[in-house]
């Protein structure tokens, strides 16, 4: 591999879908999966104050969720493609008057209208339950046995912001004026007035189906572009089994055959090594920037990374929480931009010797990052790769600390997990004593001067979020 010279996304426009739009009665579609319930859907007159219930958005078909399993005051709510998870599972608990709060299985705490919040676009988190009139919601029958939750401190409804069919949408407060992003389906999962109904496969719409797509080289069309990725699907692939979705992105000069082979340092660095860390557990790509670089003029690299991220889940079988992306120098500054602009689409990036080169479309919501660089870079200083994982740092709720790093001339590396972060969004810092390259001249070396250590540790990073 050779080191070469480098030169919270924002809402959707709120569309007034009316209800005019058909809506599926029986059964909710979630994940290309048709998901039929076998029990009449509970309504405001039918809630069981004993059961468990998932809640399945009438617009999108997506479940409410605590987002990335948190169990933090304050955790934002989102929705997420129906998994029956815990952290999707909702208990009703009598607040008296016709009101409820609704208990997170997962963690325990229940919705609430953050900072007792009346505008519109007001956060829906969840909080330690204190039975406060901004956790208290009434249930509002829509038809076709759906449900609208109305606060009871600000007479908002719950709904998914902007009409959003994304995984990771947030869920907001806003008049109410029945729209299918305000309206939900109560599924009862825990058994209880019948069976319950089965859960859709944990992974993207591409499981269960023959693989569309095959290892190899790929041309898609993104903005009106020709575009093109290389994909390495693992061996042995089972389309019952979500797979990691790992993104490579070369640096300046670089190419998606470099990444994909390994280049100069060969096959053990395959798309930096991930390759071969991931043993066939993951699904790998390996995109390619116009004119060799990631410029995302017009934010037209993330539009890309969205794009192969369509196609890839509707041929394969990939996990919707388990997405990754890492690069070196402007593949640093490339996983960088998405970490800004698609926290809510990425689980966790890695930037080798990165900067902010790439822009940083957002860059308030929390993703776990990892930063790795070297103290001696004269091409993209050390102090950009501090100020890119400082950001996150800050998004992240982490103690702000100044990491110890490797001397001159010593040859090592230093690795720091920052403590205090939020729950599922831990920020790593490793500096080593070297330039602008992926990894230290440390005297372990066999690959062609770069170490295995950078490899193992990003694969270690990836490889704790289930």
């Keep these: 591999m050779k080191a070469i010279g480098e030169a919270r996304p924002a809402s959707p426009r709120r569309r007034r879908w009316r209800q005019g739009l058909a809506a599926a009665a029986a059964g909710v579609l979630a994940a290309g999966t048709l998901v039929v319930a076998n029990v009449t859907p509970a309504a405001a007159a039918t809630v069981d104050t004993n059961a468990w219930y998932v809640l399945v958005n009438r617009n999108s078909g997506k479940a409410l969720d605590v987002y990335g399993l948190a169990t933090n005051d304050g955790a934002r709510i989102s929705q997420w493609t129906r998994n029956n998870g815990a952290n999707q599972q909702w208990q009703f608990v009598d607040s008296g008057g016709d009101y409820y709060r609704l208990k997170s299985r997962h963690s325990g705490k229940v919705l609430d209208v953050y900072n007792f919040s009346t505008a519109d676009g007001g956060a829906i988190v969840q909080w330690s339950d204190g039975n406060g009139t901004n956790q208290q919601f009434r249930l509002a029958d829509s038809d076709g046995g759906h449900v609208r939750l109305v606060s009871r401190h600000s007479g908002k409804v719950v709904e998914v912001q902007g009409a959003s069919t994304a995984d990771g949408a947030n869920i907001v407060q806003y008049a109410d004026w029945n729209g299918a992003n305000q309206q939900w389906q109560l599924v009862r999962v825990d058994g209880g007035g019948g069976e319950p109904t089965p859960p859709p496969p944990s992974g993207g719409s591409g499981c269960g189906k023959a693989p569309a797509l095959s290892s190899g080289t790929h041309t898609i069309q993104s903005n009106g572009k020709s575009r093109q990725f290389i994909l390495r699907v693992p061996a042995n692939y089972n389309n019952a089994n979500p797979y990691r979705l790992i993104f490579a992105f070369h640096w300046r000069g670089g190419t998606m055959q470099e990444i994909s082979s390994g280049g100069t340092s060969g096959a053990a660095w395959s798309y930096y090594g991930q390759q071969e860390q991931s043993n066939n557990s993951a699904i790998l790509v390996a995109p390619q920037g116009f004119g060799n670089g990631w410029g995302n003029a017009g934010g037209e690299d993330v539009t890309f990374v969205d794009d192969m991220?369509?196609?890839?889940?509707?041929?394969?079988?990939?996990?919707?929480?388990?997405?990754?992306?890492?690069?070196?120098?402007?593949?640093?500054?490339?996983?960088?931009?998405?970490?800004?602009?698609?926290?809510?689409?990425?689980?966790?990036?890695?930037?080798?010797?990165?900067?902010?080169?790439?822009?940083c479309s957002g860059g308030t919501q929390p993703i776990a990052y990892f930063g790795l660089h070297g103290i001696s870079d004269n091409v993209l200083s050390i102090g950009q790769g501090r100020s890119l994982r400082d950001t996150f740092v800050r998004n992240n709720g982490c103690t702000q600390q100044s990491p110890r790093e490797p001397a001159a001339g010593s040859r090592t590396h230093i690795t720091t997990t920052y403590s205090g972060c939020r729950a599922g969004y831990p920020v790593q810092w490793a500096a080593f004593d070297n330039g602008h390259m992926p990894g230290p001249v440390d005297g372990t070396y066999a690959e062609s001067g770069v170490t295995t250590w950078t490899k193992g540790e990003i694969w270690r990073f990836f490889a704790q979020f289930s």
């Design 309 to 359: 991220i369509r196609l890839i889940e509707s041929s394969l079988c990939v996990n919707p929480r388990q997405r990754f992306a890492l690069g070196f120098s402007w593949g640093g500054g490339m996983s960088y931009a998405l970490a800004c602009a698609r926290a809510d689409v990425f689980r966790a990036v890695a930037v080798i010797s990165g900067a902010q080169i790439s822009g």
